[in-house]
């Protein structure tokens, strides 16, 4: 199951990506890459297959990686605390 994403942590990753969202975009491409290439492949591979704006895709999907990320990081931090 997936963890929740707290408003917290939407709101921290908005914060992070709106001042230059162009730069944030390309360390994230690096930074997944490193961290997870399948899929980061899988979020360029359909970034360019679709009709929309690639790069927006691509934004989108690794804004919502790096959320996800943030809040697994805190479901285990929580349940490590509640043992």
Known sequence: MLPVISEENFQNIIDEIIPDISTWRKSMIHYIKDENPEVNSAIIELAN???????????G???VYKMLEMAFEEQAFTTSDDE
Do not use: G, H, I, N
């Open 49 to 59: 297959k679709t009709d929309l704006d690639p790069k927006a895709v691509a934004t």
């Open 61 to 63: 999907a690794y804004a």
